[in-house]
């Protein structure tokens, strides 16, 4: 009975210490301390406690953590940079290797072609490709 009290115990502390770091890691060790009180209080043999440990925090660490830092985070964009890679353009001044102007996510631009013999025409639909600064590196599939 007194191994299944330290269990419980260790289970509650470490899952009261996860507010102090957030990520879940402490979280799934008390939980898996939790089911090894489970285990003791049950069994009383400390290699099946042991065993239930073991197997329940792998377990959590490696399948429910994930998934839960996953739905509790969302999609992680590193910066603002990546956020505009890939994003669809308008030419609104002619873009071609020195400079121009384009119009993505509602706010102008300014920008150079990708590649250097392209001379990009206002209205062209293009793709962000690299934000170089503060100028969008962009590219038309189709002239």
Known sequence: ?????????????????????????????????????GAEFLFGNVFITALVFA?????????ARP???ARMHGAHIPDN???????SATVVSTVDRTG??????GQEWSARAFDE????EPGTAVTVVEISGATAVVWAERL
Do not use: N, P, Y
């Open 1 to 37: 009975m007194c191994m299944a009290l330290i269990w419980l115990i260790a289970g509650i502390v470490l899952i009261a210490a996860e507010i102090l770091s957030g990520d879940f890691f402490l979280l799934m060790l008390g939980t898996a301390a939790l089911a090894g009180a």
């Open 81 to 87: 940079v990546a956020a505009h890679i890939g994003s």
């Open 117 to 120: 013999s392209q001379v990009l």
């Open 100 to 105: 121009g102007r384009v119009k993505f996510k």
């Open 67 to 69: 998934w839960l830092k």
């Open 55 to 63: 197997i329940t925090s792998i377990g959590l660490i490696t399948v």
